[in-house]
């Protein structure tokens, strides 16, 4: 081997030296950015996944918000319901007493009489149980009542809410 092929082969092994080198680097820095590209989706990813935590936070706060405030009403409409009854055997109690008055005021009445209607009750059944299955008919018209108000007032409440 002579001196030029000598020099011919170092010069073509640094030039492939010197191409395996930059290969690399340039290698090295498509990955770094292609790194940098995956990050910056990540970071999207999770800023669009906090948002939607956040509005779910915040639909679950809206939610029991609602819930306390039906139960706020619910408890409101018993207390208005426990005081129409309280005035309804208040003025049933009346109702009695005038009846009472009258049978004692009326010579024709019978004082064997219990029911104060002037009917004959069934056997085996007195004042108290009778009004005891008027109550309880009140309470139940009053409890169908409250539930169709409450189930039109739903409806519109959730019309509305979806028009926000």
Do not use: F, W
Request: glycine letters at 6%; charged letters at 40%; hydrophobic letters at 35%.
């Amino acid at each position: 081997m002579d001196t030029g092929q000598l020099v011919l082969i170092i010069v073509l092994a640094v030039i492939v030296i010197a191409a395996v080198i930059v290969a690399v680097v340039v290698g090295r820095r498509k990955k770094a950015e292609v790194n940098r590209h995956r990050a910056e989706e990540l970071r999207e990813k999770a800023a669009e996944e906090a948002i939607g935590a956040h509005q779910a936070k915040a639909e679950s706060a809206r939610a029991e918000a609602d819930a306390l405030q039906a139960e706020v009403e619910a408890n409101r409409l018993r207390k208005d319901a426990e005081r129409h009854a309280e005035k309804a055997n208040e003025a049933h109690g009346r109702v009695e007493e005038h009846l009472r008055h009258a049978d004692k005021l009326d010579p024709n009445a019978n004082p064997d009489r219990s029911n104060a209607s002037g009917r004959d009750r069934p056997a085996g059944t007195s004042r108290t149980d009778e009004q005891d299955v008027d109550r309880d008919r009140s309470h139940v018209a009053e409890g169908e009542r409250l539930t169709r108000d409450r189930s039109g007032r739903e409806g519109s409440t959730r019309d509305g809410d979806r028009n926000l």
